[in-house]
DNA sequence: CTGAAAGCGCTTACAG
DNA sequence: CTGAAAGCGCTTACAG
């Protein structure tokens, strides 16, 4: 049997006003807020969150969309986004779009039902059609990565160029010289910038900078990985170094290395980025690019936040630097 | 400028009620259907989730909760959920509860204010006030795990003492004969299970069984079982195998062999449970016994989903068996 | 087949 | 301070 306003109302003996007022901390006599009170909890009453969304245009609940569950650099910004929302009494409501564009555009289709008064969303690839429909959005969203300067968004973005260049510093800081490159796909928004930056940052020393020390899994997984990092150890026997565009690869250079019977640090050195959780699991612990997850998460939630309070504010563009965290991977 | 109903039907010159039966495929004349759908397409109209939810009386949302979002054994489950839940149209809203028993209440508290319409929840401990907040439920909620017998909820649960006993046939099987565990908190549901199965499965064999083969880790994380490990390889430098109830577990006990001078599996042979992506991408590869993890995420949500089209369906109780997983942390 | 009306459960001007 | 009423955006008997 459903206790609604009525039934609170009915045996408080005030109107439904007065309950909801007395309940809301809205203006009421001593005697209401006591009366109410008391047969609220008598009757184990709970605001039905539909009928009170609908009537204030707001729902409390904030969609976090990450591309794959599975990725272990996601743990760390979900954590974060859930803790600078609790406070505001928002429920955090996570998506996993595996991978696809489609499943993206589809999720922000499904917002425009209302469901949410706000988005954080980490697009892997930013499609024309994933642009258009995130200008239709009716609500707030705060991207994590990268826009077209054009799209007045808050975005919050970490600089995985400097990351980039932070690992092969250190590699040449420690002595090597023929350094790989194991990348995630190129048409992902961070496929693309870091292989444009482990390039540049090759270009600016002295070092071999052959094709065929890069290699491309088909996806930020560890089995794509797996079959990306073994081809590029086959190819390219001569690598003294891998840096990978995120952990999981790493953790795959890990184990195609071992099968290439090379030790790890000693023949190869090997990077990963995010440094998620998974990089100090793994043995050696991995040596590991922060892109300030965790960090990125917060700012996030901070500014979706900000927005939802006032929509008239400018976006913003938060950059989170990168910091390498040396591990037993790539010593120093 | 918001587009509703109204503006719908004022376009296609019907009334509000024409639109609505005809955009869902209520009876209705082609020649309205063909005005409706022509007006909804050319506005771009999304029904409001929340007023059609508060009027049918329900959400098309569902909850998944999760006491971890770090342990990569959920990950499987969310999948599979998803996965299950998609032809029907559902969301799916996932809740970390951050492996605290008031998170869990509190969570089944914010059900009530009906943003939900169905739960799937896999409890870590299974309190009085837990059972009590789930009794107040006033949606269906299948569990995955155990409850006390009397309370008649649909649960899908594995038989994870089998689990055990498949490792540690398999460790004495391969010649193992002082065999380890690693345990998780034992007021879990888990921790407590596991460890009398443990200890069961030994008191059936001749091997030793002493208390000091015995260590708990203060939550099923691989930060906690890090120190437990040590502790426990430093105080029985004798074991030649290791059974840990999880695979966060398992990943601690390689680390903590490793700093010990330990080889896995020569020296030691390390069975983890669970069976997660974590298994094979740590090295060496993980020996898990697998928890059916994703099919019983499936089935769950099966569950849930036939309760919410039927509630007066009785109860089930699915249990999915064990399998171990043999790779090369305890080989064969 | 269609429209006017009621109602899902709330909140909030508006009178009093 | 309080209550009656309107309305958030839908769906669905009920007449016609």
């Given at each position: 049997?459903?206790?609604?306003l009525?039934?609170v109302?009915?045996?408080?003996?005030?109107?439904?006003?007065?309950v909801?007022r007395a309940?809301?901390g809205?203006?009421?006599s001593?005697r209401?807020i006591?009366l109410?009170t008391r047969?609220?909890?008598e009757?184990?009453?709970i605001p039905?969150?539909?009928?009170?969304?609908?009537?204030?245009?707001a729902?409390r609940?904030?969609?976090?969309?990450?591309?794959?569950?599975?990725?272990?650099?996601y743990?760390?910004?979900?954590?974060?986004?859930?803790?600078a929302?609790?406070e505001?009494g928002?429920?955090?409501?996570i998506?996993?779009?595996?991978?696809s564009?489609?499943?993206?555009i589809e999720?922000l289709q499904?917002l425009?039902?209302?469901?949410?008064?706000?988005?954080v969303?980490?697009?892997?690839?930013?499609?024309?059609?994933f642009?258009?429909?995130?200008?239709r959005?009716t609500?707030p969203a705060?991207?994590?990565?990268?826009?077209?300067?054009?799209h007045?968004?808050?975005?919050v973005?970490?600089d995985s160029?400097?990351?980039v260049?932070l690992?092969?510093?250190?590699?040449i800081?420690?002595?090597?010289?023929?350094?790989g490159?194991?990348?995630?796909?190129?048409d992902?928004?961070?496929?693309?910038?870091?292989?444009?930056?482990?390039?540049?940052a090759?270009?600016?020393?002295?070092l071999?900078?052959?094709?065929?020390?890069?290699?491309?899994?088909?996806?930020?997984?560890?089995?794509?990985?797996?079959?990306?990092?073994?081809?590029?150890?086959d190819?390219a026997?001569?690598l003294?170094?891998?840096?990978?565009?995120?952990d999981?690869?790493a953790?795959?250079?890990?184990h195609?290395?071992?099968?290439?019977?090379?030790?790890?640090p000693?023949?190869?050195?090997?990077?990963?980025?995010?440094?998620?959780?998974?990089?100090?699991?793994?043995?050696?612990?991995?040596?590991?690019?922060?892109?300030?997850?965790?960090?990125?998460?917060?700012r996030?939630a901070?500014?979706?936040l900000?927005?939802?309070?006032?929509?008239s504010?400018?976006?913003?563009?938060?950059?989170?630097?990168?910091?390498l965290i040396?591990?037993?991977?790539?010593?120093?």
């Amino acid at each position: 049997m459903k206790v609604t306003l009525h039934e609170v109302a009915a045996r408080a003996g005030v109107s439904i006003a007065s309950v909801s007022r007395a309940l809301n901390g809205e203006i009421a006599s001593a005697r209401t807020i006591e009366l109410v009170t008391r047969a609220a909890a008598e009757l184990g009453y709970i605001p039905d969150q539909r009928a009170r969304s609908l009537k204030l245009g707001a729902t409390r609940q904030l969609t976090f969309a990450v591309a794959d569950v599975g990725n272990p650099v996601y743990v760390q910004m979900l954590r974060a986004v859930e803790d600078a929302v609790r406070e505001s009494g928002y429920r955090v409501l996570i998506s996993s779009t595996r991978s696809s564009v489609e499943a993206e555009i589809e999720l922000l289709q499904s917002l425009l039902r209302r469901h949410s008064d706000g988005l954080v969303i980490s697009p892997l690839r930013v499609t024309e059609d994933f642009l258009t429909a995130l200008d239709r959005l009716t609500i707030p969203a705060v991207v994590i990565g990268r826009l077209p300067d054009d799209h007045p968004y808050d975005i919050v973005r970490t600089d995985s160029a400097a990351g980039v260049d932070l690992a092969i510093d250190h590699l040449i800081g420690s002595g090597r010289r023929t350094i790989g490159f194991l990348n995630g796909p190129t048409d992902t928004t961070p496929g693309s910038i870091r292989g444009q930056a482990f390039a540049a940052a090759l270009a600016r020393t002295e070092l071999p900078a052959a094709e065929e020390h890069r290699a491309t899994a088909a996806d930020f997984t560890f089995a794509d990985g797996l079959t990306a990092a073994t081809e590029l150890l086959d190819r390219a026997p001569g690598l003294d170094a891998v840096l990978a565009a995120n952990d999981l690869l790493a953790a795959a250079v890990l184990h195609a290395a071992h099968r290439h019977g090379l030790r790890v640090p000693e023949d190869l050195a090997v990077i990963g980025m995010d440094d998620s959780e998974l990089a100090s699991q793994l043995m050696p612990t991995l040596t590991s690019v922060s892109l300030g997850s965790a960090e990125r998460g917060r700012r996030a939630a901070e500014l979706l936040l900000a927005r939802i309070a006032d929509p008239s504010l400018p976006a913003q563009q938060v950059i989170i630097p990168p910091e390498l965290i040396i591990r037993d991977s790539a010593p120093s």
